[in-house]
């Protein structure tokens, strides 16, 4: 974890940067927001924690300008909460208070690295695989993870990372599918100041900040053809070119590539060059879907489960043995990351003791949540909600009072709502909880603006305003 603390934090910089040192982070100190971007170029960071003062909502803008994803923590002492919440607003993902708490530090820390490092598995099928990773870690031979998309293929390459000789050096990961192409080799090599327009400083690439480290190259199959031949090179000479430069820069990382897409066939299809394919593909690591490892969704429910307890501040609730056998039935096309997002809305809706059947909805193919096909049909036809569950001994009468004589639709809009103020009306984040596309979640507020249902608007808490 590289830290950078940004302004002088009313001398609480020795103590919050500390107690993030003891809790494993490399930590730089930026003065202001200028430093910080120049070290950004220079050496990259994983989070920022910049001084409230500093005016955050001004500060995210730059960082977006220069294709900087890094997520940003607000700190300050004695700020009221209107100059916390706009932080917020304006794209911070957390605010702490100073002097600085230990715990809390720890746990932002945790937060950030958590979804991407958590190893979780017990199933057989995955034993194997992960049995294998370890044998091939400590090599420098070159990996290529395959599987479907969300089955865990980042989770796998920080496991063979942390494995590794370089596990104490830097893992940086780049989305090849998430960066537009034409900034796509400037991201991975660098570029120097005037190199194109808006290259209005030197900034070093992927390729530098992992150097000494381990590079993944996420979802490498959307790589086009044209950048290939340069990856190429650079894999193989160890030197990468920034865009403007004048001489190679020589670097010493280890590459781990993934994909959801079959290479062979893409290299059939002239899509993949072959070179590149067998540079990469001088180990394999599949890993299998959620579905061919059943003891697997046990474990990373009750995983997601208690993650999401935490983070809501909710009562923690068990697992029911009939909502995990739902869980198990189901085919999961969105593996562990639909899991995930269906724990998520568990524990937002569970009542009673346990987190019981009622409580589990899945997007169906419309991206419509309802419940899973093997409770629907007990309902026999109805268009509500259950009452089987109001009579198990595992749900409370409160919970029967919430569901019974509601409509799937009317559930469904009251997790939304709720989802959207929790999210303070933050739409991109609302969506990813419930595990719908954005472009669901907009048309389905848009219906209830036009029911006279106050919808909350970013910011907001519950106000209705126009999308």
């Given at each position: 974890m590289r830290?950078?603390?940004?302004?002088?934090?009313?001398?609480?910089?020795?103590?919050?940067?500390?107690?993030?040192?003891?809790?494993?982070?490399?930590?730089?100190?930026?003065?202001?927001?200028?430093?910080?971007?120049a070290i950004l170029r220079n050496r990259g960071a994983d989070l920022l924690m910049i001084e409230i003062s500093l005016d955050i909502p001004s500060i995210i803008p730059k960082l977006r300008a220069e294709h900087f994803s890094i997520p940003v923590v607000a700190c300050g002492i004695g700020t009221d909460p209107q100059t916390a919440a706009a932080a917020i607003r304006g794209g911070a993902k957390e605010y702490i208070p100073l002097p600085p708490d230990a715990e809390l530090i720890a746990a932002v820390l945790e937060a950030v690295t958590e979804d991407s490092q958590?190893?979780?598995?017990?199933?057989?099928?995955?034993?194997?695989?992960?049995?294998?990773?370890?044998?091939?870690?400590?090599?420098?031979?070159?990996?290529?993870?395959?599987?479907?998309?969300?089955?865990?293929?980042?989770?796998?390459?920080?496991?063979?990372?942390?494995?590794?000789?370089?596990?104490?050096?830097?893992f940086v990961a780049v989305n090849c599918a998430a960066i537009p192409e034409n900034l796509l080799e400037s991201e991975l090599f660098g570029h120097e100041k005037g190199a194109f327009t808006g290259a209005v400083a030197r900034r070093i690439g992927k390729f530098e900040e992992a150097d000494g480290g381990t590079l993944l190259l996420d979802e490498i199959s959307e790589m086009d053809v044209r950048l290939q031949a340069k990856l190429l090179r650079a894999i193989q000479e160890r030197q990468i070119d920034r865009v403007g430069g004048s001489k190679p820069v020589n670097v010493d990382i280890r590459i781990i590539a993934t994909s959801n897409r079959?290479?062979?066939?893409?290299?059939?299809?002239?899509?993949?060059?072959?070179?590149?394919?067998?540079?990469?593909?001088?180990f394999n690591l599949r890993v299998?879907?959620?579905?061919?490892?059943?003891?697997?969704?046990?474990?990373?429910?009750?995983?997601?489960?208690?993650?999401?307890?935490?983070?809501?501040?909710?009562?923690?609730?068990?697992?029911?043995?009939?909502?995990?056998n739902v869980l198990k039935a189901h085919a999961w096309p969105g593996n562990v990351r639909e899991l995930e997002n269906a724990m998520h809305r568990s524990v937002l809706l569970a009542n009673g003791p346990d987190i019981s059947t009622s409580a589990i909805m899945l997007p169906d193919a419309s991206g419509n949540l309802t419940m899973p096909s093997s409770l629907s049909e007990s309902t026999a036809g109805s268009s509500t909600v259950s009452s089987t569950d109001a009579t198990d001994p595992h749900s409370s009468e409160d919970a029967?009072?919430?569901?019974?004589?509601?409509?799937?639709?009317?559930?469904?809009?009251?997790?939304?709502?709720?989802?959207?103020?929790?999210?303070?009306?933050?739409?991109?984040?609302?969506?990813?909880?419930?595990?719908?596309?954005?472009?669901?979640?907009?048309?389905?507020?848009?219906?209830?603006?036009?029911?006279?249902?106050?919808?909350?608007?970013?910011?907001?808490?519950?106000?209705?305003?126009?999308?």
């Open positions: 830290l950078l603390i940004v302004g002088t934090l009313n001398g609480q910089l020795g103590a919050a940067s500390k107690i993030a040192m003891d809790r494993g982070a490399q930590v730089t100190h930026a003065p202001d927001a200028d430093m910080a971007l958590s190893f979780i598995y017990r199933d057989a099928v995955m034993k194997e695989v992960a049995a294998l990773a370890e044998r091939i870690a400590p090599s420098e031979a070159s990996v290529l993870i395959t599987g479907e998309s969300g089955t865990g293929k980042e989770v796998m390459a920080r496991f063979v990372h942390q494995k590794s000789h370089r596990t104490n050096k830097p079959n290479l062979q066939d893409a290299v059939k299809d002239g899509d993949f060059r072959e070179d590149l394919f067998f540079r990469l593909n001088v299998p879907p959620l579905r061919e490892r059943p003891e697997d969704i046990a474990a990373l429910a009750a995983h997601f489960a208690e993650k999401y307890t935490e983070v809501n501040q909710v009562e923690k609730r068990p697992i029911s043995a009939d909502a995990m029967a009072v919430k569901m019974v004589g509601k409509t799937v639709a009317e559930v469904e809009r009251e997790l939304i709502i709720d989802t959207l103020k929790h999210c303070l009306g933050n739409r991109t984040h609302a969506a990813n909880i419930l595990g719908i596309s954005i472009r669901t979640l907009r048309n389905k507020l848009n219906q209830y603006n036009a029911d006279g249902v106050p919808v909350p608007q970013p910011g907001d808490t519950g106000q209705r305003a126009p999308l």
